[in-house]
């Protein structure tokens, strides 16, 4: 199958081209139009050094927010009150950290210094989110991505203390859920986000599932949290 090269134009081909491996396109840049236009077909930059690589997966890992699971002793957690949860305060500092976190394989991390400039300027413009998990004032964990129509399209998430990730992960989806959104993209497949409800399904149900998602309006500008209800006994599991 043939990659192609981006050139000046903003234009992708369509995901469908992609290889076995989800390989859609090389070289482009990220501008806040390239990248919007990316998130808006499924697409997403994934690479560690120049020329930039573009994914569309197939199949995609993705969670409905109204499918959340969560654990009972994480349910506890959130319960007790030990973390702050917050939307939009420090997206850099989100970012930088996910940046510089263990993903405990040797591998470094792909989100290099042209990544998180362009994220952050995503964010400026009002299309990427952070939430954050604080303790004692601390910015312990965290997870960011963008949001397009009634998708929220998941990058990274950290933690720096035990459950700070997932109450942060937990947090923006039961907020996603309470503002309507139907599309919680996880991207590729891990048995950590599997226990949360997310499912792989094909890149043909996930278009159709972008199609859907892209006709309602783009919530811009900085997020704010609401005051979210106590989790429900059906939303919570032994996992």
């Known amino acids: ?27 482009g840049d990220l501008s806040p139009e390239r990248l919007l236009l990316a998130y808006r077909y ?49 997206f850099p500092a989100v970012i930088r950290a996910c940046a510089e976190a263990d993903r405990g ?10 990544m998180i400039d362009a994220y952050c300027a995503l964010h400026e413009l009002g299309f990427a989110h952070s939430c954050e998990t ?28 035990r459950d700070a990730s997932k109450t942060a992960l937990v947090t923006l989806v039961r907020q996603l859920e309470r503002w309507g959104f139907e599309l919680f993209d996880c991207q590729l497949h891990t048995d950590h986000l599997g226990r949360f409800g997310a499912k792989e399904i094909p890149r ?3 278009q159709d599932m972008l199609e859907i998602s892209g006709r309602a309006p ?19 599991s032994e996992a």
């Open 1 to 27: 199958m043939t990659v192609y090269r981006l050139n000046e134009d903003v234009v992708f081909p369509a995901p469908s081209e992609a290889e076995p491996s989800g390989l859609l396109a090389v070289g």
């Open 204 to 206: 043909r149900s996930f």
């Open 218 to 236: 783009t919530r811009r500008g900085r997020w704010r949290l609401d005051e979210l209800p106590p989790l429900q006994p059906s939303e919570t």
């Open 105 to 114: 394989d040797g591998l470094g991390t792909w989100i290099n210094p042209e």
């Open 42 to 90: 499924g697409i997403f930059p994934w690479y560690d050094e120049p020329p930039i690589l573009w994914f569309s997966p197939d199949p995609r890992m993705v969670l409905q927010p109204g499918s959340l699971h969560v654990a009972r002793r994480l349910a506890r957690t959130l319960r007790q009150g030990g973390f702050e949860q917050t939307l939009d305060r420090d």
């Open 134 to 161: 604080w303790h004692e004032g601390r910015l312990v964990g965290g997870i960011y991505g963008v949001s397009l129509g009634g998708g929220f399209f998941a990058e990274s998430m950290f933690h720096l203390r």
